[in-house]
């Protein structure tokens, strides 16, 4: 069984800042994991994901994540938020067949001036 | 230009009025899915075809049914709404090809039917 949850609903930095959202994540076998943004009234794009090989990935907009196994972590960050990042992110997490992905529950990123 | 379309994009409708959601992708992807979406509880799949002929049931099927008679289309039907369907909805597809670099897999999702049940 796999699952995912992510910790904050509700997210907010200031412009220029650190841009962390965190996800863990549970799978009895070797997990593939993505991350999804959701900008307001749109479906969801793909911004990075995690297979296999090298740990740190990146993605697009600046953004990047890091599998940490022991940890069970795959949080998102990006150095320096624009106002252009206030979305909704999902982590989701998958078996190498890919057939099942599993979502977590969304965290909202907000954007101070 | 490579898309996935869902229409209706908007519906209301009443308690037992059977409703069909159809979701067409025009780039060759053998797997598909159907996902609702509802505050607090992210995404979460309702079936999925991993090619013609072949579906599966995904986290939340009750209610729902699909078929894939061919492999551009993926309709979602809802034989007897209720009002705990009342949800967004999204279709997606998707490939994966593998090679020496690996395997690259990329999903595209339709842009959303937002259905209200009476």
């Known amino acids: 069984a796999q699952s995912v949850t992510q910790l904050g609903s509700h997210v907010s930095v200031s412009e220029g800042a650190l841009v962390l959202l965190r996800c863990n994540y549970s799978?009895?076998?070797?997990?593939?994991l993505f991350w999804y943004v959701q900008y307001p009234n749109q479906g969801l794009q793909l911004l990075l994901k995690?297979?296999?090989?090298?740990?740190l990935v990146k993605g697009i907009n600046g953004f990047e994540a890091e599998f940490k196994k022991s940890e069970t972590s795959f949080h998102l960050t990006k150095p320096s938020a624009h106002m252009s990042d206030a979305a909704e992110y999902f982590c989701?997490?998958?078996?190498?067949?890919?057939?099942?992905?599993?979502f977590g529950s969304g965290t909202r990123l907000s954007i101070r001036p | 230009e490579a898309q996935v379309t869902q229409n209706p994009r908007y519906l209301i409708t009443v308690t037992g009025k059977k409703l069909t959601v159809t979701c067409s992708q025009n780039?060759?992807?053998?797997?598909m899915s159907w996902y609702r979406q509802d505050p607090g509880l992210g995404l979460r799949q309702i079936y999925y075809?991993?090619?013609?002929?072949?579906?599966d049931k995904g986290d939340v099927p009750e209610g729902y049914k699909v078929s894939r008679k061919e492999k551009r289309n993926f309709p979602l039907i809802l034989e007897s709404p209720s009002p705990n369907q009342t949800s967004l909805y999204f279709c997606?597809?998707?490939?994966?090809?593998?090679?020496?670099?690996?395997?690259?897999?990329?999903?595209?999702f339709g842009p959303g039917t937002r259905l209200l049940v009476l």
């Open positions: 997606a597809s998707r490939t994966r090809t593998s090679g020496r670099a690996g395997t690259r897999e990329t999903q595209y």
């Open positions: 799978s009895s076998v070797p997990p593939y």
């Open positions: 995690y297979t296999t090989g090298a740990t």
């Open positions: 989701a997490v998958s078996d190498s067949s890919a057939s099942k992905i599993i």
């Open positions: 780039m060759n992807h053998e797997y």
């Open positions: 075809s991993m090619n013609v002929e072949v579906t």
